[in-house]
């Protein structure tokens, strides 16, 4: 089961969010968490994955400079820090969990168990 929570606060212009995404139920090691987003009217893009077997982790062009993913083993949870949010950043975020992916793999459709989705709205 995957689970999502966004945590943290937005400023207008600039600011910096950081999403949680608790994941639980593996009954192997070998799999990779994923941050998708998606955009009204477009499709949803991969932003970065960890593997959590070696901690390998992996950016889209779209995140890299900006955006962090990191994980805590001991508490089942992977994050994804966001600086520098631009409007173009607004999105539903999700979260997402793959198994047995390859160290680059970011299409959604690699990944079988979602979270639910959480809004994020940068004004300008």
């Known amino acids: 089961e995957v689970q999502l929570q966004a945590l943290g606060r937005l400023g207008a212009g600039g600011g910096s969010l950081r999403l949680s995404c608790a994941a639980s139920?593996?009954?192997?090691?070998?799999?990779?968490i994923g941050w998708f987003r998606q955009a009204p009217g477009k499709e949803r893009e991969g932003l970065s994955c960890i593997h959590n077997m070696d901690g390998g982790k992996y950016y889209a062009d779209v995140a890299k400079g900006r955006f962090t993913i990191s994980s805590d083993n001991a508490k089942n949870t992977v994050y994804l820090q966001m600086n520098s949010l631009k409007p173009d950043d607004t999105a539903v975020y999700y979260c997402?969990?793959?198994?047995?992916?390859?160290?680059?793999?970011?299409?959604?459709?690699?990944?079988?168990?979602w979270g639910r989705g959480t809004l994020v709205t940068v004004s300008s």
């Open positions: 997402a969990a793959g198994r047995g992916l390859g160290p680059t793999t970011l299409l959604p459709e690699e990944f079988a168990d």
């Open positions: 139920g593996f009954t192997s090691r070998n799999y990779a």
